[in-house]
């Protein structure tokens, strides 16, 4: 399932925050979305997932869902969004008992998330044990579990060190390649972006406009920590984003 941002724009009061948003995210593609501070891109992603109605323009699904889909759209937070009274098991089959999936059905499904999220051993531990990481992994896991069409990420790592970071990113490349999804994936690193996006959307500084498209054509089990090519389209964007970012940090901090 294909969606589609149709001109979307929205303000909150006398605030612009988004003019003019027109976007593809296909299916079986991550597209991220970077920008400065402010310039809307979790309010475009709430959009995308319907949690809010923009001011004017549409949010097209085109297409059907994957079979056996249960929820369409699902989100992967930075605060992981986990019951701390609940195991690993239990927090990803209450996705599936809020759909009266239970028994062997679901059995089934827990243990196919938890092998592809490497979590089997785990299944048993309470939040409060896991690191940061490993409590993300259960988030991505439970949202597996509902075999989405689309998953919105919203700074899924940003919580994370750098070097869970980069373990994680491995494991959503991992995930990707064994299974291909599709994402809309919100980011302020751009380390994230280049190593994760297969499309890589610019927003300007408030209100948000796209300025540019970036594709990176490497496939993404080829992309690694320090690879050059990577390095170059880090720095292209950078370069697009370094005065409105700068900009941003002042008005804010003005603020």
């Known amino acids: 399932m294909d969606i589609r941002l149709d ?3 929205h303000a909150y009061g006398d605030t612009q925050v988004l003019r003019d948003i027109s976007l593809d995210i296909p299916a079986g593609k991550i597209v991220c979305l970077v920008g400065p501070s402010g310039c809307g891109k979790s309010t475009l992603l709430r959009f995308a997932g319907g949690l809010e109605r923009p001011a004017s323009g549409r949010v097209l699904q085109l297409g059907t869902p994957p079979e056996g889909c249960l929820n369409p759209l699902t989100y992967i937070f930075q605060d992981f969004a986990l019951l701390p009274w609940r195991s ?20 089934a499904i827990i243990e196919d998330v938890l092998i592809r999220t490497k979590l089997s ?12 990481g490993m409590k993300q992994r259960v ?14 990420m919203d700074e899924p790592l940003s919580a994370l060190d750098a070097q869970t970071r980069e373990l994680l990113m491995d494991d959503l490349i ?9 994402s ?10 280049v190593r994760l996006g297969h499309r890589i959307v610019v927003l300007s500084r408030r209100p948000g406009q796209v300025r540019e498209v970036v594709e990176i054509a490497k496939p993404l089990a080829e992309r690694t920590y320090g690879d050059a090519d990577l390095d170059k389209v880090q720095r292209h964007l950078w370069g697009l984003m370094r005065d409105e ?11």
């Open 245 to 255: 970012a700068r900009a941003a940090d002042e008005e804010l901090i003005d603020v």
């Open 121 to 132: 051993d785990f299944a048993r531990a309470l939040p409060k044990q896991l690191s940061g």
């Open 139 to 152: 988030a991505i896991a439970r949202a597996l579990a509902v075999k989405p069409a689309v998953m919105l």
């Open 88 to 107: 690993v098991r239990g927090n990803v089959s209450l996705v599936l008992e809020d759909h009266g999936i239970r028994g062997k059905r679901a059995e």
């Open 174 to 182: 991992g995930l990707w390649t064994r299974q291909p999804f599709t």
């Open 7 to 9: 001109q979307i724009s």
């Open 184 to 193: 809309i994936y919100v980011t302020h690193n751009l380390a994230e972006a």
